[in-house]
Nanobody
Framework: QVQLVESGGGSVQAGGSLRLSCQAS?????????MGWVRQAPGKEREGVAA???????SYADSVKGRFTISRDNAKNTLYLQMNSLKPEDTAIYYCAAGVPGGRGWWLLHTADFGYWGQGTQVTVSS
């Protein structure tokens, strides 16, 4: 059973940086999971932020391109999200998510295609 545990959330002023981490466990050996970050702001639907496949190819939402960087360490089963130049509109609960490629492309950031989810970590950006 896949388990995802996020860490690194917190409060920061606009223009600041935060780094989120996600420790994964329970992966089936030989399965090329893709991983990503999804956020949900109060009163809004979940939004795919960034994703990365097992080979390291990445995809970003337009709202975070040039500011956020997703990366993964397959040896450690760990996913990261470096967030720079943070804005108040980045305030949300950030979820780590994982999925198995198939159907729609993972790079499309469809939140419904992720099959596994962490519990979420709060990111608050003040102006």
């Amino acid at each position: 059973q896949v388990q995802l545990v996020e860490s690194g959330g917190g409060s920061v002023q606009a223009g600041g940086s935060l780094r989120l981490s996600c420790q994964a466990s329970g992966y089936t050996y030989g399965t090329a999971y893709y991983m990503g970050w999804v956020r949900q702001a109060p009163g809004k639907e979940r939004e795919g932020v960034a994703a990365i496949d097992n080979a390291g190819s990445t995809s970003y939402a337009d709202s975070v391109k040039g500011r956020f960087t997703i990366s993964r360490d397959n040896a450690k089963n760990t996913l990261y999200l470096q967030m720079n130049s943070l804005k108040p509109e980045d305030t949300a609960i950030y979820y780590c998510a994982a999925g198995v490629p198939g159907g729609r492309g993972w790079w499309l950031l469809h939140t419904a295609d992720f099959g596994y989810w962490g519990q979420g970590t709060q990111v608050t950006v003040s102006s």
